[in-house]
């Protein structure tokens, strides 16, 4: 809002009370008392790789005040807030970003240096955000069918009032009823931190599951109000329960990275894309990236001047430019364009672009799959000018030399049962509408359409 705004506002006093924020201050905000347990990638039984946190994810644990909690949600409720961060996926939902551009009030409490302490001894290791656009994405359940009938709902005090439900809905089990999740799914960012702004007693599910080495799922409670949990979202595959039984729900996320040099950076756009506003989120993105490369190349360049015969060391000076290139050209990749990105779409729908490798599944237990798979590859009729095919023979060649890919989904170690294919290669950097223009291109589409 701009100084016209605020003096009209002030002259005819149509600010509510929710509409001051208050200035952060960690003594007044914060509560904070550590994570009771830590579990730990051995616990889970991953692989824990010498480039990520021993850390998978931590247990609910206390984080803001009850002043810190209502100081929060006056920051967001402010009408600038919602004029200008507000946007409704479906009725009952409302999504809030870029409200650190609008409140001191949230931007200081995340970047806060003991915020910022606590989530990196949470995670066990230095941490960043990953950068501003992602600081305190806000998930709000609420009743109502426009964004001002349910904005019209939200008040500083949390709702404490319930929702009957049925006793169907009180047995349900997420494991089993595909619709009371989010499916499983890895994240975009290394590291989240979810933060509960809402009254949770009387809630059902709002839990996380969490997927083992050895197949089997572990739960972690969701947080209470004024509670965070954390998580390696981006090395664990885990699930989210929806919450049912209240009346108002609201999560808060702010994603992070490690901040240490030599410490592999894993993010993705893939979730992000379809909806954040691309204008704001790649400018965000490239400075970030290349501050990170930045970071990378001095710290070599710091070690070799101190000790200049470590540039005699090949393996470590290969590395270091094998990795850096890698990390640019996702860079690049990631950046669909604007244009491109809403055409495809536009033409698949943000269902299927989310339920890509599910679909990528299914149609490779289709009787023609080998048959359209090679024959899209062979031709080159989709896209022959574009870079994913140089990316392609290069997958190719690293599979060859059994060497491993980084992947959306986790490590990838090719089983050779059949060939690499365009759909491998594209979800294997989570291009999703990318990959799903080519198995519209491939013929696959049309059939998988068929099916349903
Ligand atoms: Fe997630």
Excluded at 29 to 38: A, D, G, T, V
């Amino acid at each position: 809002m701009d100084s016209f705004c605020w003096l009209s506002a002030w002259f005819w006093g149509s600010p509510t009370s929710t509409d001051k924020e208050e200035t952060f201050d960690p003594k007044i905000h914060l509560h904070y008392s550590p994570p009771e347990k830590k579990i730990t990638m051995q616990d889970l039984l991953l692989d824990q790789t010498t480039d990520t946190s021993s850390v998978a994810g931590t247990t609910a644990f206390p984080l803001l005040s009850r002043e810190g909690v209502r100081a929060y949600r006056r920051a967001l409720f402010q009408q600038n807030v919602l004029d200008q961060c507000a946007s409704s996926p479906f009725p009952g939902t409302l999504v809030l970003r870029g409200a650190h551009k609008q409140s001191k009030f949230i931007k200081n409490f995340w970047t806060h240096p003991e915020t910022m302490r606590i989530v990196s001894e949470a995670m066990g290791v230095p941490l960043d955000v990953i950068m501003p656009t992602e600081i305190g994405h806000t998930n709000i359940q609420v009743e109502g069918a426009t964004i001002s009938e349910m904005t019209k709902k939200l008040k500083v005090e949390p709702a404490v009032e319930k929702v009957e439900l049925s006793p169907e809905e009180r047995a349900y089990d997420p494991l089993k009823d595909a619709s009371a999740i989010i499916p499983w799914h890895y994240d975009s960012y290394p590291y989240v931190c979810v933060l509960m702004l809402s009254e949770t007693e009387g809630m059902i599910g709002g839990e996380t599951y969490i997927k083992k080495g050895d197949g089997t799922a572990q739960k972690v409670e969701g947080p209470r109000i004024g509670h965070a949990v954390m998580l390696q979202g981006s090395k664990v595959q885990h699930l989210a329960a929806r919450a049912r039984g209240v009346k108002e729900r609201i999560s808060t996320i702010t994603s992070y990275r490690s901040s240490v040099p030599t410490v592999y950076d894993s993010s993705y756009m893939t979730n992000i894309r379809p909806y954040a506003n691309l204008n704001i989120l790649y400018p965000e993105w490239t400075q970030y990236r290349l501050r990170k490369l930045r970071d990378e190349i001095t710290h070599y360049l710091e070690t070799v001047e101190k000790e200049p015969e470590l540039a005699l060391d090949r393996v470590v000076l290969e590395k270091l430019l094998t990795e850096q290139t890698e990390y640019l050209r996702r860079t690049s990749r990631q950046m669909i364009t604007p244009e491109e990105h809403q055409r495809m779409l536009v033409a698949y729908g943000s269902a299927a672009y989310y339920d890509a490798p599910r679909i990528w599944k299914i149609v490779q237990s289709l009787p023609e799959f080998e048959k359209l798979a090679s024959g899209a590859d062979s031709d080159r009729v989709w896209m022959p000018q574009s870079v994913y095919w140089t990316d392609l023979q290069s997958s190719i060649e690293a599979i060859r030399l059994e060497k491993s890919l980084t992947s959306t989904m986790g490590n990838l170690i090719w089983d050779k049962k059949r060939q690499y294919y365009m759909g491998d290669e594209l979800l294997r950097q989570g291009l999703n509408e990318v990959f799903l223009d080519w198995l519209g291109a491939s013929g696959l589409w049309d059939i998988y359409c068929k099916l349903s």
